[in-house]
């Protein structure tokens, strides 16, 4: 997201790629400020400064070769061009490009965690490539009937991005004993910790050795808060087991992400306990960074009735077709 003091936003509207932040419809009277585009620890990337007056009537400036786009503000490695005319010019006068000096974060999709440890299911989604990472529990691994060591690793195996795998300790030396050893077994493994005051301890100190860690079981936004300053890699939020109480899951998902987002905590919140495709739409509409789905949900979210009846008359009309 733009900076906070910055004017940009809502009303103007931006979108991004990489190395790349187009702003559209920003008035040439109007002083704007670039903050930092993303949430986390993004530098002040760019700024542009009062536009002068005039500047906007360039129709032929997005046709036109890159280096021959004028600046008109310089501000250290970055600059901002004119590369358009107002497509409302009632109030947008510009589009303005601002070069990046350094790449953006490279994802700001949601990405998707599948919450198993049933191997053919997470084969069968990554199939479609749409794992980005795993997570497990102490409750998924006795699922499989096989050792948790086992099982994570041939999780590593099939996917490449990270992969939660729970301590069991319950006190400080415990945990941080498990983590050490769970972070051992591979580079993509994120300790998974409990949300009580040794398992912050642990994190502290795991994440102080590099050791990435998903703090997990967390139930209201003073716990997330703490999380993260204890060094937490991902808060895990239970959605449905807060829903399970008659509480709102999504309400406090969106105040940890609104928590985060006011003091840029670099913190990624990762919905959990999801059960049906509607959380995934609601954190989706949140902004979460993450959501791990159960297998059934990933084969919900893609269901429609209307694409199977669909692809049935396909089917129906081809064997119609003479064949040559
Ligand atoms: O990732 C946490 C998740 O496994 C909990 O889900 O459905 O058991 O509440 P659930």
Known sequence: MLGRQG?????????????????LGVHPHEVVRGGNLHRGDAPQLWRVLRIPPGEAARPEARSRPK???????PHGDTHAEVLSPPERPSHAALTLTAELPIPLPEERTMKIFIDTADIDEIRDAAAMGLVDGVTTNPSLIAKTGRPQKEVTLEICEIVDGPISAEVLATDYEGMVREGRELASWHRNIV?????????????????????KTNVTLCFSPTQALLAAKSGAT??????????????????LLEQILAIYRNYDI?????????????????????????????????????????????????????AKTPKP
Request: hydrophobic residues 45%; glycine residues 8%.
């Open 266 to 318: 670099k913190t990624e919140v990762l919905a959990a306990s999801i059960r049906h495709p509607l959380h995934v739409v609601q954190a989706m509409l949140l902004g979460a960074d993450v959501a791990t789905l159960p297998h059934k949900v990933i084969l919900q979210l893609l269901k429609h009735p209307l694409t199977d009846i669909g692809l049935q008359k396909f089917l129906q009309d081809a």
């Open 234 to 251: 991902y808060i895990s939020p239970f959605l449905g087991r807060v829903d399970d109480i008659s509480g709102e899951g999504m309400e």
């Open 67 to 73: 280096e021959q786009r004028r600046t008109i503000w």
């Open 191 to 211: 300790v998974k910790i409990p949300l009580i005051a040794e398992g912050l301890k642990a994190v502290q100190t795991l994440s102080q050795e590099g050791i």
């Open 7 to 23: 004017v940009l936003g809502a009303p103007f509207g931006h979108r991004q790629t990489e190395g790349l932040v187009e702003v």
